[in-house]
């Protein structure tokens, strides 16, 4: 085994114990009663250096006669000096505290030992101190006892020895020595053999901690050194306690966690893929509709028009002319209405008109049909370049037979020489309002307009928008009609080729 000097053995130490606090903060998930201050883990040889030299090189805060506060020293030492081999090489050695070059307690092995033991011991107190003031040195052997087996340093049989020292202020300190003890998980200082355990009292008082080794012999080799504030810190962790188990598992159930939405945004945006598909579906179907209508009932009812009107320009004679001339006046009549009834249909199904310039364009047109009667000034405020913010089809229908049943309300029954319509838009919200100066009515009241009021509001609730009708007797009436456009409406419709013919107006083909 290759060993190192003092010197060289102390700076590693201190790189050694640099990356231990490196792992214990990249471990910090690990579970600590206290904190591991220093480590070196050697090993070291000590070999005839006298007083040796520190090897904390500040590490540790020193601790004088006023602390107050409990340390935990532990090491692991291979006797090379064996006195069993040389009866007549006593030697000492051990970990020693020093404080101000004053040497202070050392564990270890004394002058004259029975047993591994401590020197500078405090003699009050101690159960049993046979080889008390040795060469001046009060030595301490631990769990001697006459009758009891004696474990001394033997060469090759290793020994792992854990130091508690709680320090009392103005006093000597409690010290309480492990010797092999059981480190293992689940272990602590209250678990272990009571063979094992010696207290005593001495002046621990330190601030450096060195390693020595006076006599014959081929010196003490040390391993394995640290310094806590618990003895819990030298105690193994647990299996799932373990820095590289915890990050396993924190690196598994990540991965677990990321499978999981991973799969999930598949199966959202499988979700999203069918419903886009169902939507355009709906579209190509409303296309064709629109088209269907456009191309095939709008065209024959426009001919059907325009055969009555040819039959009743004719010549006609007999005492029935007057009454065919009325019946085809009459059929050219409503089959006009249909067209126009037909233009609406087709406009409300029509994706194409799925947004709100379509739809302020439609209104805008309804109120130039009412100025045509001649009967109100009508006018109306739309603002220009409206953005193509999309509406849903349901929503529009609504809006616009809302607004068609505020227009004819005027009309029909306001009396009004003036009509005015406006609308807002401050995204995302769409406010239209219709105005007029006509006799106005009370609101509260049932009168032939009680059920187009109501079928007004059933509408804007069932779109989640509202209408507020205001009405005073002779001072005219007020209707303001406000939604809020959702933002997942979607884009404007087209149809299944793109195109944005409207499917009222002739194929230009």
Not at 18 to 28: C, I, Q
Not at 250 to 277: D, K
Not at 382 to 411: C, D, F, G, M, Q
Request: proline share 6%; glycine share 10%; net charge negative.
């Amino acid at each position: 085994m290759r060993h190192g000097t003092l010197g060289s053995g102390v700076q590693g130490g201190r790189w050694a114990a640099r990356a231990w606090l490196l792992a214990g903060l990249l471990g910090g998930a690990l579970p600590a009663c206290g904190e591991e201050l220093w480590r070196m883990p050697g090993p070291l040889l000590a070999h005839d250096n006298g007083d040796g030299a520190d090897v904390l090189h500040g590490a540790v805060k020193p601790q004088d006669d006023t602390s107050s506060a409990a340390l935990y020293f532990k090491f692991t030492v291979d006797p090379l000096a064996d006195v069993s081999v040389d009866i007549d090489a006593p030697y000492q050695a051990g970990l020693t505290l020093y404080e101000r070059d004053k040497e202070r307690l050392g564990v270890g092995n004394g002058l004259a030992p029975h047993a591994y033991g401590a020197f500078n011991v405090a003699t009050q107190g101690l159960v049993w101190a046979p080889y008390a003031r040795i060469s001046g040195k009060n030595d301490y052997d631990f769990n001697f006892q006459p009758e009891a087996a004696v474990d001394r340093p033997r060469r090759g049989i290793l020994r792992t020895i854990v130091v508690e020292v709680q320090f009392v202020p103005g006093d000597d300190d409690q010290v309480t020595v492990w010797l092999q003890p059981d480190l293992t998980p689940g272990n602590s200082k209250l678990s272990q053999q009571a063979g094992h355990v010696t207290r005593f009292k001495a002046n621990c008082s330190f601030d450096e901690l060195r390693l020595i080794h006076r006599g014959g012999g081929d010196g003490w080799e040390f391993s394995d050194l640290a310094v806590a504030t618990s003895f819990d810190d030298f105690v193994a962790p647990r299996f799932w306690h373990r820095w590289w188990v915890i990050a396993l598992s924190a690196l598994v159930l990540s991965s677990g966690i990321a499978a999981v939405v991973v799969f999930r945004e598949r199966v959202l945006a499988r979700h999203r893929i069918r419903r886009a598909e169902g939507e355009r579906a709906v579209v190509q179907e409303r296309t064709r509709i629109a088209q269907d209508i456009h191309d095939e009932l709008g065209a024959s009812l426009a001919q059907i028009g325009w055969l009555a009107d040819l039959g009743g320009g004719g010549e006609l004679s007999g005492s029935g002319a007057a009454e065919a001339r009325g019946s085809f006046a009459s059929i050219a009549q409503r089959a006009r209405a249909v067209v126009a009834a037909l233009d609406e249909i087709v406009w409300a199904v029509n994706p194409h008109n799925d947004n709100l310039p379509q739809l302020a364009d439609y209104i805008g047109r309804l109120v130039d049909e009412c100025s045509q009667t001649g009967q109100t000034r009508c006018r109306k405020e739309i603002p220009e370049n409206l953005p193509p913010v999309a509406i849903r089809a349901e929503s529009r229908h609504n809006l616009t037979l809302v607004v068609k049943e505020a227009l004819a309300n005027t009309l029909q029954h306001a009396g009004a020489a003036g009509l005015w319509l406006r609308l807002k838009w401050e995204e995302p919200n769409l406010e239209i309002v219709v105005e007029d100066d006509g006799c106005g009515f009370d609101p509260a009241t049932t009168d032939e307009r009680g059920n187009g009021l109501r079928n007004q509001h059933a509408r804007m609730t069932k779109i989640g928008g509202e209408v507020d009708v205001r009405s005073v007797a002779g001072q005219g009436t007020s209707t303001r009609i406000r939604l809020r456009l959702a933002p997942d409406a979607g884009p404007p419709a087209r149809g299944p080729t793109g195109s944005s013919q409207d499917p009222r107006q002739p194929d230009p083909s």
